[in-house]
């Protein structure tokens, strides 16, 4: 009997669901992953989610071949790709794991209930989260919207993490018509990915090395260092865990099976990072119940909110770097160059752009989607919402960060500005958080003015969200 496995964002072969399942019941597999990016509903992968997509298939390609067998690569419409390679393989089923945007959710409906009318077995996994977003529930059986209570509701039933084992054995087989890897057209012409290549390594063997260097050294100061922008104190496994080169259960595990070979007096508190990655199941979970969210405000109230007109060229300047306010402008500038940025400085250069500038909030999640390695839409959603206010369990409105007052607290020695804006590198502390108190140094570094007077922005924010509230 043969079995199509069909890849999607659950790139790696330990904790595998429909994987393990596929091996352990056929005797031969068809690893298969279809391009698709006109049924992600709008939402086709950015350009820096290209490139990872490239790496991450090119790493899953080697594991499959290492077990001796193939990665089918194919363009085009799902289910037609589907039906066309049951026929010819003679599979009798299909396995994968799910996927949680509402375009993937449609289209894998459709995809299921098509291959069951014409006798093929269709088997669905969860492969990316601790829990399915609807398992978890408030006591009137609805979805939360706060934060605490979701997790406390989660947390009280994640036990022992276990997860499943890399198949053993498996078999592939031959099929015509598979592209090469190029094919895809997933990498730039032009070549503007030096600094992701120098900073990350796509794959399941990457999110290990990753989860290692993470346990071994990070966790136990994870509560403190968190904050640091010049810092590497958090996992940086987001992007791993968007395309499912790890799981949250072996990132639970590994991290449990550490801690408790660590002596009982240095053994790290787990709590702070796994709250992390309940907030990743929170947005799963308001995304699958909330489906509107990426593009419509969770709070209708800020329906009626008076937005600036959309202004390009201010959008640009944010987008480069330019903006003449160096936290902001080091923060976009690591999201250019390494295609992360801290979370930290994600929420100040949103609230820079939602409230200082009174863009709306879309455009700014429109450039995060083209420019982050692990741009995800539940959390991408949930993160632009909370900044500018109007998402579940979101900042209150009127709280704006004053970049100045935050570099001071997160990067009190100035090395994450330093790092980033090298034509300030050599500008003595005060200066480096407030350039423009030295018009001299603007002139000779090319630093640029603030484009915004920081109090004056954020007093017409708080007015317009005023008004908003009058006109309820
Ligand atoms: P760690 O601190 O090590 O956390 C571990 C994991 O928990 C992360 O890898 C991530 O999967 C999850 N996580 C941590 N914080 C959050 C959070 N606030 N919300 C949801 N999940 C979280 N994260 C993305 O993965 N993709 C996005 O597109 C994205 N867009 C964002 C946009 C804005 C405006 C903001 C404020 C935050 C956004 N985040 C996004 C959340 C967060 O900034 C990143 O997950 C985090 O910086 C990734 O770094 P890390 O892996 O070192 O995190």
């Known amino acids: 009997r043969t079995a199509i496995v069909w890849f999607r964002r659950d790139l790696r072969l330990a904790d595998n669901p429909a994987l393990a399942a596929a091996c352990a019941t056929h005797d031969r597999i068809l690893a298969l992953y279809i391009h698709a990016p006109h049924e992600e509903g709008g939402w086709a992968p950015g350009a820096a989610s290209r490139w990872w997509l490239h790496h991450s298939l090119a790493s899953l390609q080697a594991e499959l071949q290492r077990m001796g067998v193939a990665l089918h690569l194919r363009l085009g419409d799902s289910l037609a790709v589907l039906q066309e390679l ?90 015509a018509g598979g592209l090469p890897l190029e094919a895809l057209g997933l990498l730039p012409d032009l070549r503007w990915d030096a600094g992701l290549a120098s900073s990350w390594k796509p794959g399941e063997q990457g999110a290990g090395e990753w989860l290692d260097i993470f346990a071994d050294d990070a966790v136990g100061d994870y509560a403190n260092a968190r904050d640091l922008p010049a810092r590497h104190g958090t996992s940086r496994l987001s992007p791993h865990l968007h395309f499912g080169e790890i799981s949250p259960r072996q990132i639970h595990r590994r991290l449990a099976d550490r801690a408790a070979a660590t002596d009982a007096r240095r053994r790290p508190d787990l709590e702070p990072f796994l709250r992390e990655l309940g907030w990743r199941e929170f947005a799963h979970h308001l995304l699958y119940h909330f489906p509107q969210t990426p593009t419509v405000n969770y709070n209708s109230r800020f329906d009626g909110f008076a937005w600036s007109a959309d202004s390009e060229a201010l959008q640009e300047r944010w987008q480069r770097g330019r903006t003449g306010v160096p936290l902001v402008d080091a923060g976009m500038r690591e999201l250019w160059h390494t295609g992360w940025m801290h979370n930290r400085v994600r929420m100040i250069v949103a609230s820079f752009l939602c409230k200082n500038l009174r863009q709306h909030w879309l455009h700014g999640a429109r450039w995060f989607w083209d420019t982050l390695v692990d741009a995800d839409l539940a959390n991408n959603s949930l993160g632009w919402q909370w900044v500018a206010g109007c998402g579940a369990d979101a900042a209150p409105y009127f709280r704006v960060f004053n970049p100045v007052t935050q570099a001071r607290k997160f990067d009190p020695e100035g090395h994450y500005l330093r790092r980033w804006l090298p034509e300030l590198a050599q500008a003595p502390l005060p200066l480096l958080h407030e350039p423009w108190n030295d018009p001299a140094l603007l002139r000779s570094s090319g630093y640029p003015a603030p484009m915004v007077d920081l109090a004056g922005s954020r007093d017409a924010a708080l007015v317009a969200f005023r008004e908003m509230r009058r006109d309820e």
Not at 104 to 116: F, P, Q, T
Not at 145 to 173: C, D, S
């Open 86 to 175: 049951i026929r010819e393989c003679g599979a009798t089923s299909a396995y994968w794991n799910r996927l949680y945007e509402p375009a993937a959710i449609a289209r894998d409906a459709g995809v299921k209930s098509a291959l069951r009318n014409e006798g093929v077995e269709v088997h669905s996994f969860n492969a990316a989260l601790w829990r399915e977003p609807w398992q978890i529930e408030t006591r009137e059986c609805g979805p939360y919207r706060v934060f605490t209570p979701y997790w406390r509701a989660l947390r009280e039933q994640l036990g022992k993490p276990k997860f499943l084992p890399a198949p053993t054995v498996m078999r592939g087989v031959p099929v």
